[in-house]
Structure formats: C-alpha cells, structure tokens
C-alpha cells in the first residue's frame, strides 16, 4: 500500500517532510521528540509524515521498547499519517522503505539519530534518497560520541551521517564531535536556520553536493515538551501528604541508565538527609534493562547472545549489567525519605511527579541534550545538575538551577542544600527557556 501525505489546507502548496524516527507506539524520549518534532512543522503549515522504524534494535536485545501502557494518544486532532516500515533485522524493508519516501516526493526528510547500530539500515536507507530525491537529509543529532563508545560506532555513525545535505545538533558539543568525525568536510554554524550554500537547492532544484563548500550545521536546542500538560486542579500538598514526602522534594525521573548518575543521586541525597529533615526524594522511571521477563528461555538466549556482543565491543566499565543504583535506597537507610516507582510511567501518569517536585536532579556521568530536561522546563522547575555536556549551554547556574561538579557527592549535596536556602523563582526557568519553543525550531528548520 503506497504511503499517505496529511492534508493541509493552505493556498500555496504546503512544503512536505517526512520524519523518520520512532513513532508514538514506542517508548522513550525520542519517540516523544519525532511526534513533537512533527506536530510543530504541521502547525506552521507544512505536510508531514512519520516515517517509524518497526524495530529499532537487532532483535538479540533482550529489551521491551514499545509502549504498552499509554492511553494518550499524542497526534490526536493532527492529520499526520504514521507508517511502521523499518526493521532493523530485515534488510529488506530497508529499500523498501526509502522507495516508499522517495515516492512521496518530500522536500526535507529528517532522521533522528541517536543510536550507532542504526547506521547499517540508516546508510541504505540515507544513500537511496540522496540518488534518487531532491529532498534535503537533514540529520537530527541527538549526540555523535555514544555514551556508552564501542570500537565499532564511529565507524557506524560515519557510514549514515556521511549522506546528510545538513546536520542539527542541540549543542556546540555535539557539533565538535561532528567536525571529528568527518574531518574531511567543511561546517558551517547557524543560530537561525539560514543553510549555507553547500547544503541549499540549486536553480534546477537539485541539492548542491560539493563538499568544498560548506555543510550547514544547525546549532537549535532541545525544544520545551508541551505534549504533558499540567494539571490546573492539582493540589500539590494533598499529594505529597498522599505519598509521605517531606517539604522539600527532589525528582530523578526517566529511564535508569548508569550515565544518568542515579547512584550519585542517592548518595547525595543520603548525606543532604543527614543535615535536614525536611526533605524527600522521588525516583520515577524504569530500570532499562529489565523491561522482560527474565526467566523466559527466549529471553536468556538474547542475554546470552548479548552479552557475548558486548564483551566484544563494549568497554567492561560502559556494561550496566549489574547496575543496581535502588539497592542504595536500603543499604543507605532512605526508604522513609523516598518515593520509588520502578516502572515505566504512561503519558497520562507523568505530570504529577513533576508538579510535585521542587526540583529536577540531573547529576549525570556524561550528557546529551536531555528530554527529562526538557520535559521539566515545561512544568517551571528548576534542575541541580553537574557541570557536563550541554547543561552549562543551558542551566545558568544561580539563575534557573544550580550547577555541581561532576562525581563529586559534596558539590552535589551543596548545589540541593542552595535550591533549599535560596528556592529559583519559576519565573526564571520561563526567562532561560522563552526561545526555547517547538514553532521556533520548526521554523527554523523550514528555513532552509
């Protein structure tokens, strides 16, 4: 069946992009980010498809990455057709789906990236447009460098990225790490979305494909989540007397990775604990990798074949096998100061956490624009994050959060003890974020 194009209703013939990334069916802040990204660019007039992978993994990881839990259905009221084509097991699909993109005819076509292993299907998939469409590839970088770096992904990441007319990062880091790793071409950044003239349409309609002239770098941001709206009736007080927590309430939320700092969290907290009382901690979020039934055969077969992977490809220090930051909780003596909820939190569950929280807590190992983040500033709160990746772009420290040194416990117990003594208006988080808006990236991504 041929694919679909929305319906906009304009009286110039509206600029149509596809979207490829995971769609709302799936799990997690990049499937959250691709129907964001896609409803923007329709509310400034555009004709927008989602283009989603059906699975985005080999098929050995034991993991469950589709959202079975929400009800929220995120593209309501939006024309916006969503076509599951991509499995990343089955060769196949892969020119099947560029061939489906291609014969819609888009203008742009833009792809989240965000894992290394997807550049075996995104290179066939990036490299068929590039021959046989006028569509600008824009490359929608979530980070370049892998958290978690095995000898193999800039290899993979080179083998994708290497077809894209331009780039958008989110941060000058993720820039950086472009430039290493085509060192070959020459970048130019732009604030505003302005290409320059290596990655613009020629007067024949043909995208210009010199690389002596400059690729065009976005340098936009991680835009504010509005898809979570927050409750007007909440009654904030009556909620954390519901759940024991103290008078000042701190949230680690999202998905438990080792490189979030979940442990420099706890521990943090459990020193802050012992200088007050008058705090509590709420970690929300589900263990990433224990989201299937264990005990299955099926299961212990992809543990065994993956961790076999890895040990090939990852560093011993990068495997989060063994990773149990909740056991902390306990060991540590804070189960009457926490909150946990070890799950994966349904759209519609997800605003009272944040309405209830004081503060964000984000003292991760390394980082990448962050869609807890992100997701935060929409409900005004402030964040004590450490001094890495992009934050210090972002969290002005004093001003809309407070600023620690990365793996240190004391730092991280100083910045909360400042949230306490000397609260962040919510009107500043509002001030720091103003630019920070879906239709601003959108429109600046049509520029082009």
């Given at each position: 069946m041929p694919l679909r194009r929305s319906a906009v209703a304009v009286d110039t013939p509206p600029m149509h992009i596809i979207c490829f990334g995971p769609g709302p069916k799936f799990k997690g802040g990049?499937?959250?980010?691709?129907?964001?990204?896609?409803?923007a660019l329709s509310d400034e007039g555009s004709d927008v498809t989602i283009v989603s992978w059906t699975q985005q993994y080999p098929a050995i990881i034991p993991r469950e990455f589709v959202d079975k839990a929400s009800r929220n259905d995120f593209l309501e009221g939006y024309k916006i057709p969503v076509h599951y084509l991509t499995?990343?097991?089955?060769?196949?699909?892969?020119?099947?789906?560029?061939?489906?993109?291609?014969?819609?005819?888009?203008?742009?076509?833009?792809?989240?990236?965000?894992?290394?292993?997807?550049?075996?299907?995104?290179?066939?998939?990036?490299?068929y447009l590039r021959k046989n469409t006028n569509a600008e590839i824009l490359f929608d970088l979530h980070f370049v460098a892998a958290k978690e770096q095995s000898s193999l992904d800039a290899r993979l990441t080179r083998m994708a990225l290497q077809h894209g007319n331009s780039f958008i990062v989110h941060a000058y880091k993720t820039a950086d790490e472009l430039k290493a790793l085509m060192p070959e071409r020459e970048f130019e950044i732009t604030l505003n979305g302005k290409r320059s003239v290596g990655s613009e349409q020629l007067a024949d309609g043909t995208l210009q494909t010199d690389y002596q002239q400059p690729t065009t770098i976005l340098k936009l941001y991680h835009p504010i989540y509005s898809l979570f709206k927050p409750d007007p009736n909440f009654n904030k007080e009556n909620w954390k007397k519901e759940h024991n927590l103290r008078q000042h309430v701190f949230l680690f939320f999202g998905f438990i990775r080792k490189y979030k700092?979940?442990?420099?969290?706890?521990?943090?907290?459990?020193?802050?604990?012992?200088?007050?009382?008058?705090?509590?901690?709420?970690?929300?979020?589900?263990?990433?990798?224990?989201?299937?039934?264990q005990s299955k055969f099926?299961?212990?077969?992809?543990?065994?074949?993956?961790?076999?992977?890895?040990?090939?490809?990852?560093?011993?220090?990068?495997?989060?096998?063994?990773?149990?930051?909740?056991?902390?909780?306990?060991?540590?003596?804070?189960?009457?100061?926490?909150?946990?909820?070890?799950?994966?939190?349904?759209?519609?569950?997800?605003?009272?956490?944040?309405?209830?929280?004081?503060?964000?807590?984000?003292?991760?190992?390394?980082?990448?624009?962050?869609?807890?983040?992100s997701l935060s500033y929409n409900f005004k709160l402030p964040a004590v994050a450490t001094r890495v990746g992009h934050f210090p772009e972002t969290i002005?420290?004093?001003?809309?959060?407070?600023?620690?040194?990365?793996?240190?416990?004391?730092?991280?117990?100083?910045?909360?003890n400042a949230m306490i003594e000397k609260p962040i208006p919510r009107e500043?988080?509002?001030?720091?974020?103003?630019?920070?808006?879906?239709?601003?990236?959108a429109k600046a991504v049509l520029k082009g």
């Open positions: 990049i499937a959250q980010y691709n129907t964001a990204l896609a409803r499995n990343w097991n089955d060769p196949l699909t892969w020119r099947t789906t560029a061939k489906a993109i291609a014969t819609l005819q888009p203008d742009k076509v833009i792809i989240q990236w965000y894992n290394p292993t997807q550049g075996i299907p995104l290179n066939a998939i990036a490299k700092g979940l442990h420099y969290c706890i521990e943090a907290f459990s020193e802050l604990a012992k200088q007050r009382d008058d705090v509590s901690l709420m970690v929300v979020g589900e263990r990433f990798w224990q989201t299937v039934d099926s299961t212990k077969v992809k543990n065994a074949l993956f961790g076999t992977v890895k040990k090939l490809f990852l560093k011993k220090s990068d495997d989060e096998k063994n990773y149990d930051p909740l056991a902390l909780i306990e060991k540590l003596g804070l189960k009457d100061r926490t909150l946990v909820v070890d799950r994966f939190i349904p759209n519609e569950e997800v605003p009272p956490y944040f309405q209830a929280a004081d503060a964000v807590v984000l003292f991760y190992e390394t980082a990448t624009p962050s869609g807890v983040e002005k420290d004093g001003f809309n959060g407070y600023m620690a040194e990365p793996k240190n416990i004391a730092d991280m117990v100083r910045a909360m500043n988080v509002v001030e720091a974020t103003k630019e920070m808006s879906w239709a601003n990236y």
